[in-house]
């Protein structure tokens, strides 16, 4: 059993891009780092710290950095270009002052370890005189792609029926992230996903937010061919996994009030088991009223129980009388839930996801095949390897107009949920990768190795600094 009692050897700061899905994984890792006898403190910005719900008895401190925009984004910012200047702006220079400031507090600050998204995290460390560690939020296979494109080595725009990258295997233009297929799409997001990759040869470690065993012939080329990267996850709480982590059940932060626990757990209690399907597309994705329609018309038409996060900004999308002609024991619309806690229910036996790599991972984990229905970044390539690479779920085809209509669901959806070959193929593909994770979390597993290996390094370097 590892324990948070040991003296505190060493002070890491950990820097997440402002967003839930950045947030999660950075702060899990945090608490691996407390278990092995560092002192970890998340940085969050200003308004987020103050707007989020937080565990009081966490391990991990917290302290505050500010983006120029404290009293919200969408109360200040022009516009995602204005608001990514302002954060590498205000962000380096509150950064700065934060290190000054542990620094003269006596603490043994040693490292900044800061998400790939913010590249001049890692100049400030090296002004400041500290190690830099990247931390990378995506999968190797979706920064495998990037490098490549901020690299020139993948000329874009796409050309041709295939696209050819070294550790992947051959994808489709459309199975690349969105930034790359859809060239001149959303900008700023674009130039962030890009500029991971203008500094990190000058970083002290590379880490990802993935585990060897499902990534085992990219990671094995980027490690040959670019840096010495280290697997550190899946990054879930040990409740889900290892179980070695004591009091460690849930993320402990989060910007969003969830629904009553009991209340949905009394509701999934009265279903069989594998039965409910669960539909979440996270806490970002915008659909259309005409794709919530479809959806809606095609889980009906499936004929299972079905739990639906719908985000209260929303919820005027759906077709109302649709929904209201569903008995409540057939579906549950909720605005918000703890998603581990749901997708742990043995009444679920199937997740139609966006496919963020948190939820993929997190179905993975908890053994839940999955409908794929990205919708962009990074989730297209995702969404690839859970149907054609890990063979964990299947891909909902869009029509001619970019819908995913409801017969499609339809289908999708009975495909998964079903008794037929497929099916069965499915969920077995979850239930071995589920072992996989935890046995690479647990210990001596390849996460585990590398995350002593990195504390051990880590405590190397800084003596010598």
């Not at 040990?238 to 009553?260: E, M, Q, V």
């Not at 072992?435 to 290996?453: F, L």
Request: net charge negative.
């Amino acid at each position: 059993m590892e324990s948070s009692n040991k003296p505190h050897r060493a002070h890491v700061l950990v820097l997440p891009y402002p967003a839930q899905g950045h947030i999660n994984p950075m702060l899990q890792f945090s608490k691996r780092l407390v278990a092995k006898g560092l002192k970890a403190t998340l940085v969050l910005t200003v308004h987020l710290a103050g707007s989020m719900h937080a565990d009081p008895s966490s391990s991990i401190g917290l302290d505050t950095i500010s983006d120029g925009h404290d009293l919200g984004l969408s109360a200040q910012a022009e516009s995602s270009e204005a608001y990514q200047t302002s954060l590498r702006v205000v962000g380096s220079r509150t950064l700065a002052e934060l290190i000054r400031k542990l620094d003269r507090s006596g603490q043994a600050l040693y490292a900044v370890i800061y998400d790939g998204f913010l590249p001049w995290a890692l100049d400030v460390a090296k002004q400041c005189a500290k190690l830099g560690v990247v931390f990378f939020t995506q999968t190797c296979a979706v920064n495998d792609i990037y490098y490549h494109v901020q690299r020139g080595l993948l000329p874009l725009p796409l050309s041709g029926t295939s696209v050819e990258v070294p550790g992947l295997p051959p994808l489709e233009p459309s199975e690349t992230p969105s930034f790359v297929y859809k060239l001149g799409s959303y900008p700023a997001f674009y130039d962030m996903a890009m500029n991971q990759f203008e500094n990190v040869d000058d970083a002290d470690f590379v880490l990802s937010d993935t585990f060897y065993e499902l990534e085992k012939e990219v990671v094995d080329w980027m490690s040959a061919n670019l840096w010495p990267l280290k697997t550190v996850g899946p990054t879930l709480p040990s409740l889900y996994l290892d179980k070695r982590l004591p009091h460690d059940t849930a993320y402990g932060i989060s910007l969003f009030t969830p629904t009553t626990t009991s209340n949905i757990s009394a509701w999934l209690h009265r279903h069989l088991p594998r039965s409910v399907v669960y539909v979440s597309f996270g806490s970002m994705a915008d659909l259309e009223p005409s794709q919530f329609s479809e959806l809606a018309h095609g889980l009906a038409l499936a004929g299972c129980p079905f739990l639906w996060i719908v985000r209260s900004s929303e919820q005027h999308k759906l077709p109302r009388d649709l929904m209201d002609s569903i008995p409540c024991e057939e579906a549950l619309i909720l605005p918000w839930c703890n998603q581990l806690e749901v997708l742990a229910s043995n009444a679920i036996g199937c997740f139609v996801t966006h496919c963020g790599l948190n939820s993929v991972i997190e179905a993975i984990c908890l053994g839940i095949p999955m409908v794929a229905m990205p919708q962009w970044t990074d989730q297209s390539t995702n969404a690839k390897f859970v149907e054609d690479v890990w063979r964990v779920g299947v891909r909902a085809r869009t029509d001619e107009v970019g819908l995913v209509g409801r017969e499609e669901v339809e289908r999708r959806v009975r495909e998964v949920v079903g008794r037929g070959e497929r099916g069965k193929e499915m969920a077995e593909s979850a239930r071995r990768w589920m072992a996989a994770a935890k046995a690479a979390i647990g210990e001596g597993g390849s996460s585990d190795r590398n995350i002593n290996e990195f504390v051990k390094e880590l405590m190397s370097r800084a003596s010598i600094e």
